[in-house]
């Protein structure tokens, strides 16, 4: 019996510990860095350059497919664009790689590396820099 309670121990502390990689992350986690990504994602606070809100213009929505790619959804001036690509986790799991083109043309790209900054399943915060604006925006599922 005591040995039971020794390993149960044991694997509470190793899952304590691999759940931990964000400032503002959860301490447990039993569902996978990967698959707290994979999701639709909307806005729901943003900040640029210091600035508080609630959207990023144009920008609609992005979603994360578990496989690995992702489609970016942005509507500049009332039209709908989409960026088709692919994402991925550093080897360190404290940040995602982006890398898209639009789905229309493929002349015009989107790649970026996003500092994860808080991961849970109903919430991503991420801090990214993009044509020298600093962004820290966090999102929710889509509804």
């Known amino acids: 019996m005591r040995k039971l309670h020794l390993f149960s121990l044991l694997v509470l502390l190793v899952i304590g510990f691999s759940g931990c990689t964000y400032d503002e992350g959860p301490l447990i986690s039993f569902v996978s860095k990967k698959e707290r990504v994979a999701n639709t994602w909307v806005v729901n606070t943003a900040n640029i350059n210091g600035v508080d809100g609630s959207e990023i213009p144009g920008f609609k929505k992005l979603i994360f497919f578990s496989a690995g790619a992702c489609q970016i959804f942005y509507n500049p001036l009332g039209v709908e664009v989409a960026y088709g690509g692919t994402w991925a986790l550093s080897e360190d799991k404290k940040s995602i ?4 083109k639009d789905e229309l043309t493929g002349l015009f790209s989107y790649v970026s590396d996003w500092t994860i900054l808080h991961l849970k399943d109903k919430i991503l ?9 600093l962004y820290v925006v966090e999102f929710k599922p889509e509804a």
């Open 97 to 100: 790689h982006i890398d898209t």
């Open 125 to 133: 915060k991420v801090t990214y820099t993009d044509n020298s604006d």
